[in-house]
């Protein structure tokens, strides 16, 4: 009988908390939170750890740094889950019969089964796991989030394999116009008229970097960070941005947009494809829990 070897070492501590980097393509997700009867990036990945876990209950669940929209790719998407010390031990437990063999890291066994879980879907990679800090988490601990999104407009030279991460715009765009509107936009703002109203949440945010470019095929890229987005509010922004460099909007206006009539009027809000999380970027470890303090802390611009 093939029966599992004890583990040598030192015992599991009460919880182990695990990082997850991982990218994906949007395009057939119905965004990141798990929602019923629907594919999305959280339910699949949590089935995996499902998987990989068994009988172990309960299985983990995934805390994100920002939830993305169905169609919403991410490159650089971070989230953390919870091992209690059985399913910990379960991962890196060599099996009699197998040699020698050292046992394997936890975050390395990690990966590997949960990538091998999820081989059958090309369109989700876990690029790595990382054994974290409890502090650490992945969203209130973010200092902040970069976003890229692309726009092909008719000065462009329009790649059919770029299509399902590039925005195609019928018209002409100034870049300089978007550019300086965008340079309008970084600070810190009450962005009410470009988030979608949740009830209880604030729309304060500060933007940190927000820049229009052309690649060397004349795609437009936009690169914006901030330690923290509003539902919609990037694909927002740029819509914004888009409405200046059409000649239909003043760059000095996009800061005090009036929340009633802007999404409705003035600019639309640009579609799920052209946009992909970059990365995000966190504090060292000791700094950790004062990070998830203070971005639990509401909001709030600044009296003058």
């Not at 070492?9 to 997850?20: D, V």
Request: a positive charge.
């Amino acid at each position: 009988m093939n029966l599992p070897a004890p583990r040598i070492g030192p015992p599991w501590p009460a919880t182990t908390r695990i990082r997850l980097d991982i990218a994906y393509d949007g395009t057939d997700f119905a965004g990141w939170a798990r929602q019923p009867g629907f594919r999305t990036v959280q339910g699949q990945v949590e089935a995996g750890l499902a998987t990989i876990l068994q009988k172990y209950l309960p299985h983990p669940t995934l805390i994100v740094a920002g939830r993305t929209d169905a169609g919403v790719h991410a490159r650089g998407q971070v989230a953390h889950f919870d091992l209690t010390p059985e399913q910990a031990d379960s991962l890196v437990r060599v099996k009699r019969g197998t040699g020698d063999r050292p046992p394997i890291p936890l975050a390395v066994a990690v990966q590997r089964r949960l990538s091998g879980v999820l081989v059958t879907q090309p369109d989700i990679v876990v690029r790595s796991a990382i054994v974290v800090p409890t502090s650490f988490d992945a969203r209130f601990s973010a200092l902040w989030r970069r976003y890229e999104y692309r726009i092909s407009d008719l000065y462009a030279l329009r790649d059919p394999q770029q299509r399902l991460r590039t925005t195609w715009h019928p018209g002409k765009l100034d870049v300089d116009l978007m550019d300086a509107g965008a340079a309008n936009l970084v600070g810190l703002h009450d962005f009410a008229a470009y988030c979608k109203p949740r009830p209880g949440a604030t729309t304060i945010r500060t933007l940190q970097d927000f820049r229009w470019r052309r690649d060397e095929e004349g795609v437009l890229i936009a690169t914006l960070t901030a330690d923290a987005f509003c539902h919609s509010m990037v694909r927002a922004l740029v819509g914004a941005c888009v409405a200046v460099g059409e000649g239909k909007l003043d760059a000095a206006r996009l800061v005090n947009l009036n929340i009633e009539r802007s999404r409705i009027v003035e600019f639309k809000v640009m579609p799920a494809e052209g946009l992909t999380l970059l990365d995000v970027g966190y504090p060292e470890d000791a700094e950790l829990a004062i990070r998830a303090v203070e971005t639990r802390n509401r909001r709030a611009l600044p009296v003058l």
